[in-house]
Every structure is written in C-alpha cells, then in structure tokens.
C-alpha cells in the first residue's frame, strides 16, 4: 500500500507539476490586484482537483463503455507520460498550453478555470493517469488514497500559486527549468513503469521470476 501511495502522490503531482504553473500564472494575472489574484490562485487549485477527482470517479466507466481494456490504457497513458516527461526534461510544456490558450486567456476576464485549471494543472497526462490509477487500486483502501493524492496536489497547487512571485523571484525562469527537469526525469521512470505493467498485463511481456 506505501508503494502504491508513493507512487499516486508523485505521479500526480509531477503531472500536475505547479512549478512549472507559476510562470504562466504571473503572466496571466499580471494586470489583478492582490485580492483577484489569491482568488485566482484559490479557483484554479480547486476547479483542478475537482476535475481530477471527477475524472478518477468515472474515468474507467468511461473507457468500459468505449471497450478499453486496463493493459491498453495503462500502455496508452505510459506513453503520454513519456511525452509530457520529455517536454518538462527540455523545460517545455507543449503537452499542457499553447501561446493561443495562454492569449485567450490572457485576453479573458477570468482565467482560473481556463487555462490555468484546465489544461494548465488537470492536464491530459494527469487525466489519464488518475484513471489508470483507479483501475489498479485494489480496494476501497487504495481507491482512497488516490483521491487523497489529488487533494493533496490541489492543496500543494493553491500554495505554490499563492506564493508564485517569491518562487519565481527565488528560483529565476532557470530555477522552474532545473526543476521541471528534475521533475521530468523521476515522472519518465514512473511512465515507463505503466507501460511495463500495461505489457504484463496483457501478457505481452513475461513476469520476472521471485527468488
């Protein structure tokens, strides 16, 4: 259970990666007061952790009516990991935003649901992988912790954008760009994992012998 927890809480947070946000996030409210900018914060951190959370909740009801397996999504939703790792090994983030959704958004009276919560933070990597982690929870134990893995990241979320001017001051854009690649490497060895068990699962690859 400790490595599945492990496990969900980084996945979940490496995906979501809020560091890698704050840039994003001065730029989008530069023009806010201090009030409209913590409510900003506060939005964007809570409409993201209720889209995952609703995501989690009938992610795989979905994909059951589409007729997806487990192995294929595991597969699938390794892969798109991989990509996502790679942009943040390259201080990218094309997986996440593009210049047209930060200028509408930038053009926009409020941006915290789009595109600071979605696809900013709730991103299309982070989707899939809490879905792929609700298909592997065991029991109602696991089920829990993957939902208190996303809260947790919503908390870790709000906190990183409240205080996003003393970060990126302390860190400079070259600090986010060390991180996201520190990030980035730990989050390719995980979609690598899921692409491993997406193989077994499906019988594709045998399991290793114990002892």
């Known amino acids: ?22 840039p994003a996030f001065i730029a989008l409210t530069a023009r806010f007061s201090p009030d409209k900018r913590r409510q900003t914060a506060l939005v964007a951190s809570l409409a993201a952790t209720l889209i995952l959370m609703g995501f989690a909740a009938v ?11 487990l192995p294929a999504f595991q597969i699938a939703g390794g892969v798109v990991l991989f990509v996502v790792a ?9 997986t996440q ?14 941006v915290a649901i789009a595109p600071l919560a979605i696809p900013m933070l709730a991103g299309p990597a982070a ?4 879905t792929v982690l609700m298909a592997q929870a065991a029991d109602a134990a696991a089920v829990a912790v993957v939902f208190l893995a996303i809260a ?5 979320c709000y ?15 070259t600090g986010v760009h060390v991180l996201d690649r520190v990030l980035g490497l730990v989050l390719a060895g995980i979609a690598v994992q899921f692409i491993l ?15």
């Open 59 to 69: 992610g795989n009801l979905i994909f059951r009516t589409l007729g997806l397996t």
């Open 197 to 211: 068990n997406g193989l077994k699962a499906a019988d594709l690859i045998p399991p290793v012998p114990k002892g």
């Open 127 to 130: 989707l899939s992988t809490v």
């Open 97 to 110: 935003e593009d210049p047209d959704e930060m200028a509408e958004g930038a053009a926009a009276g409020d």
């Open 86 to 94: 790679l942009d943040m090994i390259r201080a990218q983030r094309s």
């Open 1 to 22: 259970m400790l490595d599945f927890a492990t496990t969900a809480f980084v996945s979940v947070l490496f995906l979501v990666d809020p560091p890698g946000t704050v």
């Open 159 to 173: 906190v990183t954008l409240r205080l996003a001017e003393p970060i990126q001051k302390r860190l400079g854009k």
């Open 152 to 156: 947790l990241t919503g908390a870790i």
